[in-house]
T-cell receptor, first 118, second 114 residues
Framework: GAVVSQHPSRVICKSGTSVKIECRSLDFQATTMFWYRQFPKQSLMLMATSNEGSKATYEQGVEKDKFLINHASLTLSTLTVTSAHPEDSSFYIC??????????????FGQGTRLTVV | DQQVKQNSPSLSVQEGRISILNCDYT??????FLWYKKYPAEGPTFLISISSIKDKNEDGRFTVFLNKSAKHLSLHIVPSQPGDSAVYFCAANKGSGNTGKLIFGQGTTLQVKP
């Protein structure tokens, strides 16, 4: 099956600093990737759609200047949490679907990144 | 506005019995539904999906039923095994092609007791 790798799996940073999270599709190409956030005991909430070679599309209520998304290649999307604050502490997960429609149409998720801002 | 709802936060069943997880949705534009299994501190793992043109899809021990008129779907696991213990998320998608853009329910924690 398709594999999506996310790095780092866990990061602790100081308030005010920036953190970059990488999402890679290891064995398929993905023109579109998605970033989700999950707070404790809550559902996964879509933050933004990452589009290769163009600007990301953000969901309502998500600050695009705070959560910078770059999708520079067909296998890599990055999410940078800028000027992180404790309330940004959460579990961030990326997903991708193969551009090749011959594969299954379900989305494949990375392992997630636990961000703790102190 | 919770468009996908899983009203049961938890479910406990005995090993070997059937587990039934329920999901309701409000948006009639949803045309593809998926179930994911998730362990703490890990990403969701795909289990099974169903298109809105079907009312049932079966894969081994997992069967998903869709009732479009009631805007309701359910996941049946039979027989349940202790390894099935996890959080199960129902997710929906609208519009073909963009299947990664999912709206998730709140999740149901399933505990299968040996």
């Amino acid at each position: 099956g398709a594999v999506v790798s996310q790095h780092p799996s866990r990061v602790i940073c100081k308030s005010g600093t920036s953190v970059k999270i990488e999402c890679r599709s290891l064995d398929f190409q993905a023109t579109t990737m998605f970033w989700y956030r999950q707070f404790p005991k809550q559902s996964l909430m879509l933050m933004a759609t990452s589009n290769e070679g163009s600007k990301a599309t953000y969901e309502q209520g998500v600050e695009k200047d705070k959560f910078l998304i770059n999708h520079a290649s067909l296998t890599l999307s990055t999410l940078t949490v800028t000027s992180a604050h404790p309330e940004d502490s959460s579990f961030y997960i990326c997903s991708a679907s193969p551009t090749d429609r011959a594969m299954n149409t379900e989305a494949f998720f990375g392992q997630g990144t636990r961000l703790t801002v102190v | 506005d919770q468009q996908v709802k899983q009203n049961s936060p938890s479910l406990s069943v005995q090993e070997g019995r059937i587990s039934i997880l329920n999901c309701d949705y409000t948006n009639s534009m949803f045309d593809y539904f998926l179930w994911y299994k998730k362990y703490p501190a890990e990403g969701p793992t795909f289990l099974i999906s169903i298109s809105s043109i079907k009312d049932k899809n079966e894969d081994g021990r997992f069967t998903v039923f869709l009732n479009k008129s009631a805007k309701h779907l359910s996941l049946h696991i039979v027989p349940s095994q202790p390894g099935d213990s996890a959080v199960y998320f129902c997710a929906a998608n609208k519009g073909s092609g963009n299947t990664g853009k999912l709206i998730f329910g709140q999740g149901t924690t399933l505990q299968v007791k040996p």
